[in-house]
Every structure is written in structure tokens, then in C-alpha cells.
């Protein structure tokens, strides 16, 4: 299996804030890696999937890059909305594997 | 509008059996490979299942492998999780989810899920 190291597991940040959450996967995977938002009570939502294609829909402020087996998220300005956690997802083979999430606080 | 609602959830004892169900809509059911995702509570997601389109080619976890079996029916858009042997590690949400057409294996789609509880 790959496992999906997410990092830091908690930020507390302030609206306005860029915000940047890290993802190592423990062996390659090309670019096939997918973040997702999940707001309490509710059901995960795509953001980003091949590393860096944004879904349609989503923000522009949120955007993905990859080097090498580590991922990054990064939220440029953190508006009100964005609180949640944040999970990456390698979609290179089975099982599918996430990450431990990040959640984002209010600062 | 695409849509995903999960049904059969409830509790059940250590060693019972439950049967989800996913009503799909809003797309063509019948193209999609389709998965269930699990959370478990104040924990995070874990992939349990796959199906392909016609259901020749599954995939499970190994935490659920010879205890849950996934299936579909094309002809009216259903998506099920036959689970036995459960066990208190299985109590979650289970979020049945559609597979973002493509090569790779991405989520494009969740239901708001359907909650499990294992128990005595």
C-alpha cells in the first residue's frame, strides 16, 4: 500500500493568510494525486486532482504542485469559507490511499 | 443534478450484517466505475471498495476482504455494500462515491453518506 503523509495536521491561520499543506507519498506516484475539502457534517468535496488541475468550480485561490513524492496545497488568501480539513488522495493504484488530513482553524 | 444517496445504515451487533444501498441519479450510472469511502468517527477517510462499470472487476480493502462484497445494478442506477462479520472497527459513515471518468482514480462525486454503528 502507499502511504500518504500529510503535514502539519492542524494550522491555525487568519483570513487573508496563505496557507500551504504538504503531502509525501511513500513511493512515486507521478503526478496522480487529488486534494479534497470536507467542512463538518458533510461530505468531502473535490478541489485539485492530477496534482495541479483544479477542479471545475473551485476557486482559483487554490492551486497544487508537485515535486517529486511531495505534494503541496496552497491557499493563497484564506477567506472565511476555506475552515476545514483537507485531505490528499493518491489515485495511482489500489487501494486507494489518503492522507491523515489537515485541518485548518481560525486563528 | 448528480446525486448520490445512501440508504441501510443503522446498528448492528459484533458479527451481524447490514446491506447499504446508493441511489444513483444525474448521470449515466452504467459508465462509472463507482467506490464506497469510510470515516470513521472524528477519524479520517479510508477507501473500502470498487466496482467497474459492469460489475465483472472488483477491488477491496484488506481490512474488509471476505467480509464485504460490492455490487451494482445497471438497469436502475443502484449501488450496494453487503457487509457480514461486522465488527466495532467497522462503525463509520460510509460515503458511496463515483470514480472521475479518467485514467487515474479520483472521487468526483460523494453522497452525504449513511451512518454504521457496530455494537452491543
Known amino acids: 500500500d502507499i502511504q500518504m503523509t500529510q503535514s502539519p495536521s492542524s494550522v491555525s491561520a487568519s483570513v487573508g493568510d496563505r496557507v500551504t499543506i504538504t503531502c509525501r507519498a511513500g513511493q512515486g506516484i507521478s503526478s496522480w494525486l487529488a486534494w479534497y475539502q470536507q467542512k463538518p457534517g458533510k461530505a468531502p468535496e473535490l478541489l485539485i486532482y492530477d496534482a495541479s488541475t483544479l477542479q471545475s468550480g473551485v476557486s482559483s485561490r487554490f492551486s497544487g504542485s508537485v515535486s517529486g513524492t511531495d505534494f503541496t496545497l496552497t491557499i493563497s488568501s484564506l477567506q472565511p469559507e476555506d475552515f476545514a480539513t483537507y485531505y490528499c488522495?493518491?489515485?495511482?493504484?489500489?487501494?486507494?490511499?489518503f492522507g491523515g488530513g489537515t485541518k485548518v482553524e481560525i486563528k | 443534478e448528480v446525486q448520490l444517496v445512501e440508504s441501510g445504515g443503522g446498528l448492528v451487533q459484533p458479527g451481524g450484517s447490514l446491506r447499504l444501498s446508493c441511489a444513483a441519479s444525474?448521470?449515466?450510472?452504467?459508465?462509472?466505475?463507482m467506490h464506497w469511502v469510510r470515516q470513521a468517527p472524528g477519524k479520517g477517510l479510508v477507501w473500502v471498495s470498487r466496482i467497474d462499470t459492469d460489475g465483472s472487476g472488483t477491488t477491496y480493502a484488506d481490512s474488509v476482504e471476505g467480509r464485504f462484497t460490492i455490487s451494482r445494478d445497471n438497469a436502475n442506477s443502484m449501488l450496494y455494500l453487503q457487509m457480514n462479520s461486522l465488527r466495532a472497527e467497522d462503525t463509520a459513515v460510509y460515503f458511496c462515491v463515483r470514480d472521475r471518468p479518467g485514467p487515474h482514480f479520483y472521487i468526483d462525486v460523494w453522497g452525504k453518506g449513511t451512518t454504521v454503528t457496530v455494537s452491543s
Open positions: 444525474g448521470f449515466t450510472f452504467s459508465s462509472d466505475w
Open positions: 488522495q493518491q489515485g495511482n493504484s489500489f487501494p486507494l490511499t
